[in-house]
């Protein structure tokens, strides 16, 4: 089965930019999709199709997808984007959905 | 405004069953996919099952294939989950998500409800 590989955690000073790592076979062939999950919350998708965001969330949000890595990019973090990320895809070898093991973002 | 609030859950038996609903609201639901995505606690999350808008597609998990059943009212507005042969590593809380796609269940979740925990313990 199709296996998504994240860090289990990345740390970023407030105002600095973090990336989060998406790794998969040739994942770059794939669409991609971005969550964002507060403690005791739902989780919110925060990007699509690799690098679409859906209205209402920040243009600091921004994807990008090749080779065997997709990244997630949050410039000038706020403390208010810690947080869980997940992300996720459609392996169609499977079909089934497919999400990483998530990375939790602490703003220091 | 789109809202998907689940109901059913609680504690229950090894071995034992229980049925998730979903109730949608704020858009046409039998234009869209919907989707069963679970969280165990301080987990990450599982996709579950996914039906696309008309049941022509249906997708489980291997983890619950056999023992699950999803399915939906269009009419009802209500997507459901039929959980058979509970286990413990059943337990989690249980999130209905609305897929964008017509016709084939294989895209993103773009709304999520607040989720419903299921406990499986003797």
């Known amino acids: 089965s199709y296996v998504l590989t994240q860090p289990p955690s990345v740390s970023v000073a407030p105002g600095k930019t973090a990336r989060i790592t998406c790794g998969g076979n040739n994942i770059g062939s794939k669409s991609v999709h971005w969550y964002q999950q507060k403690p005791g919350q739902a989780p919110v998708l925060v990007i699509y199709y690799d690098s679409d965001r859906p209205s209402g969330i920040p243009e600091r949000f921004s994807g990008s997808n090749s080779g065997n890595t997709a990244t997630l990019t949050i410039s000038r973090v706020e403390a208010g984007d810690e947080a869980d990320y997940y992300c996720q895809v459609w392996d169609s070898s499977s079909d089934h959905q497919v999400f990483g093991g998530g990375t939790k973002l602490t703003v220091l | 405004e789109v809202q998907l609030v689940e109901s059913g859950g609680g504690l229950v038996k090894p071995g034992g069953s229980l049925r998730l609903s979903c109730a949608a609201s704020?858009?046409?639901?039998?234009?869209?996919?919907m989707n069963w995505v679970r969280q165990a606690p301080g987990k990450g999350l599982e996709w579950v099952s996914s039906i696309s808008s008309s049941s022509s597609y249906i997708y489980y998990a291997d983890s619950v294939k056999g023992r699950f059943t999803i399915s939906r009212d269009n009419a009802k507005n209500s997507l459901y989950l039929q959980m058979n042969s509970l286990r413990a590593e059943d337990t989690a809380v249980y999130y209905c998500a609305r897929d964008p796609s017509i016709a084939a269940a294989r895209s993103h979740f773009d709304y999520w409800g607040q989720g419903t925990l299921v406990t499986v313990s003797s």
């Open positions: 704020g858009f046409t639901f039998s234009s869209y996919s």
